[in-house]
Nanobody, 130 residues
């Protein structure tokens, strides 16, 4: 079982940068693709970006392309941490951001459907003022 805890959210101004972190416990993330999703009230949770289990491949949604990047590290003694680096934030980026772990180990593709992710964090709020 994987527990995921996001942190780093907050209130920022348009154009600012922010880095979200997702720390794992209970099981190493090293075999799992990871992703970030976001959700605003009344809307579906949407894929923001993903990183492969080995960190070699990443994928970003069109809406954040060129502004958001995702990375991961597997420091010794930890189960792993995944990051979402956000720059040039816009008011429309305001949402609760969730990290998620793929339900299938060593999946070749970075999938965007939330149904393919088995483990979720509790979310962290990002608010961008204009």
């Amino acid at each position: 079982q994987v527990q995921l805890v996001e942190s780093g959210g907050g209130l920022v101004q348009a154009g600012d940068s922010l880095r979200l972190s997702c720390a794992a416990s209970g099981r190493t993330l090293s075999s799992l693709n990871m992703a970030w999703f976001r959700q605003v009230p009344g809307k579906e949770r949407e894929f923001v970006g993903g990183v492969s289990w080995n960190g070699l491949r990443t994928k970003s949604a069109d809406s954040v392309q060129g502004r958001f990047t995702i990375s991961r590290e597997n420091a010794e003694g930890t189960e792993g941490t995944v990051y979402l680096h956000m720059k040039n934030l816009k008011p429309e980026d305001t949402a609760v951001y969730f990290c998620a772990a793929d339900r299938r180990a060593f999946r070749a593709l970075l999938v965007e459907s939330k149904q393919d992710y088995a483990y979720w964090g509790q979310g962290t709020q990002v608010t961008v003022n204009s």
